[in-house]
């Protein structure tokens, strides 16, 4: 598997942590930006419970460091989901309200949403 790197970063993290791979993702975006909101997709509860539970996950300064080196030394093979499954992702796009182009305009109905 070309991205398995990936996984072993984030299983090194987390067993430093005492916890999973996805949490120390989700914990690394939070960390990462402040204003990013992870919205993970999971048809179990017990995932939603582990997801959630990555609110709790402290990377210390190093844990990034080493984190953001990894990723930046990893590259990354192959598109994040299919053709059909990327088809389909940019709703605003099919209601002429695409996201695309940094507009930050909305799908929903009354328009505009500010950076």
Do not use: C, Y
């Not at 419970?49 to 996950?57: I, L, T």
């Amino acid at each position: 598997m070309a991205n398995r790197p990936v996984i072993d970063l984030l299983e090194r993290v987390g067993r430093r942590k005492g916890v999973r791979p996805g949490q120390v993702e989700l914990a690394w975006l939070l960390a990462r930006k402040p204003w990013i909101v992870p919205i993970p997709g999971t048809t179990k509860l017990a995932h939603v419970d582990e997801n959630v539970a990555a609110m709790n996950v402290a990377l210390t300064t190093s844990d990034m460091d080493e984190l953001e080196a990894g990723f930046a030394a990893i590259n990354v093979q192959g598109a994040r989901a299919g053709e059909a499954v990327l088809g389909l992702i940019d709703d605003g796009a099919k209601l002429g309200t695409s996201s695309r182009g940094g507009r930050g305009r909305s799908p929903l109905r009354g328009g505009s949403v500010s950076p």
